[in-house]
């Protein structure tokens, strides 16, 4: 394993451990709010022309960062 791969799956690792005792610190009420505020602020952003074209446009960064960085056989 590489260190970028290896470091992303420590991140990972590190996330699911801490995740849990975090979530119940603060409350699930807390928790949940947090969530549904983030959740209706890209709803209402999305809807806005500009939001859909920065998506569409993120969505394309994804795409080519995916296909440039393949491991193609020749």
Known sequence: MNTPVRSLALALLLLLALAGPAAAATGPVVFGSYWQSFLDYWK???????????????????????ITRGKWNK
């Open 44 to 66: 209402e952003t999305m809807q806005k022309q500009n939001g859909v074209v920065l998506g569409v446009l993120g969505v394309g960064v994804i795409g080519i960062f995916i």
